[in-house]
């Protein structure tokens, strides 16, 4: 089994096996496809972010992170019916697509998929926070879009020597 180096064609790949799995899950699980995009749109004031911990192979983070209205949308199209906050089923909803897009994007990656563990899901939301990940030379940052919203997915991670 060959080590993980960082390359620039790794992590290339890295973030193609991301685009991957964003579609698979939300094609499979949401029902609708999802794809990169070219720019963000404006953002919301409220905002959800989950975030999956990596350990072993590699260790940081995936952080999905959408706008309110975005995040009710998934948990609706997830449950069939319409939140009218960002309450308990969306953020369940938002942690459970996190770490489906998370397991399906390390699974892409035969090193990964047995060396690397996923932590359970953390879901923080509100009007005013930010992500920051202080030790991660690694960045890999996404933007998709679904129906008529966008979301981003950032890895960030630090690989073995």
Known sequence: MAALSGTATEIAQ???DLDRAADEVFSTMVGVRCLPAELETASERE???AVIGLAGAISGSLVLH???RAAMRIAERLTGEAPESLDATVRDAIGEVCNMVAGAWKGFNSMLASACLLS???VVAGTSY???SQRAPVRIE????FEEFTLTVTIFCELPC
């Open 66 to 68: 959408g706008g309110r």
């Open 47 to 49: 905002t959800i972010s």
């Open 14 to 16: 890295f973030a193609k």
């Open 120 to 122: 359970t899901p953390t």
């Open 142 to 145: 996404r933007t998709y879009s």
């Open 130 to 132: 930010e992500l920051f």
